[in-house]
């Protein structure tokens, strides 16, 4: 069963447009979410991350949301640059212990000129 | 240049063979971990560390195994390698501080054929 999910396997934007990835999210015991961006043949690039404390953190141009009532996520880019393109994967952490992150399957975000 | 790097990059081996995918990392995190990617599943967690000799199973760690004598060092081993093995495997370290667990950096990749 997945516990985090990215409904859209790919999303086209124009350039200089807001992007808005979406996830969601199903265990209840998550307290950390983060957002990677990757490129082919590259690993995952940390971009941004929130804690379940907040409900906005921003970094530059990109912005995460999180609505803990309806466990959902989101990651907005603006505005969207060509160097934007990639798959973006949403992450989630169970508190305590030292396990691993649970990913959503991606999101392939295309940034049309 | 600090970071963490991945060995081989691409690897093509047989059934049944024994191959290990190296791990090294110069940030002396503490958190280890390895991850496979594959069409349709995002990563998934094979095994993790948090420390030297530290080691646990993750979602998927059926078929390997792993060690961590050093801080710095994370190999993981495919004992008798399957075709379902075939993947893209990713290392990654974090450091823990009084924060809470950093985010987790990764490696390149190791694309793995079995054939």
């Known amino acids: 069963d997945q516990q985090v999910k990215q409904n859209s396997p790919s999303l086209s934007v124009q350039e200089g447009r807001i992007s808005i990835l979406n996830c969601d999210y199903t265990?209840?015991?998550?307290?950390?979410f983060l957002w990677y961006k990757k490129y082919p043949a590259e690993g995952p690039t940390f971009l941004i991350s929130?804690?379940?404390?907040?409900d906005k953190n921003e970094d530059g141009r990109f912005t995460v949301f999180l609505n803990k009532s309806a466990k959902h996520l989101s990651l907005h880019i603006v505005p969207s640059q060509p160097g934007d393109s990639a798959v973006y994967f949403c992450?989630?952490?169970?508190?305590?212990?030292?396990?691993?992150?649970?990913f959503g399957k991606g999101t392939h975000l295309i940034i049309q000129p | 240049d600090a970071g963490i790097t991945q060995s081989p990059r691409y690897k093509i081996t047989e059934t049944g063979r024994q191959v290990t995918l190296m791990c090294h990392q110069t940030?002396?995190?503490?958190?280890m971990f390895w991850y496979r990617q594959d069409l349709g599943h995002g990563l998934r967690l094979i095994y993790y560390?948090?420390?030297?000799?530290?080691?646990d199973k993750g979602e998927v760690p059926d078929g390997y195994v792993v060690s961590r004598s050093k801080t710095e060092n994370f190999p993981l081993t495919l004992e008798s390698a399957t075709r379902s093995q075939t993947s893209v495997y990713f290392c990654?370290?974090?450091?823990?501080?009084?924060?809470?667990?950093?985010?987790?950096?990764f490696g390149d990749g190791t694309r793995l054929s079995i054939l």
């Open positions: 929130i804690s379940s404390i907040k």
């Open positions: 990654a370290s974090s450091e823990s501080t009084w924060q809470g667990r950093q985010p987790q950096h």
């Open positions: 940030w002396s995190h503490s958190y």
């Open positions: 560390s948090a420390a030297a000799d530290i080691t």
């Open positions: 992450a989630a952490r169970a508190g305590g212990g030292a396990d691993g992150l649970t």
């Open positions: 265990n209840s015991m998550f307290d950390y």
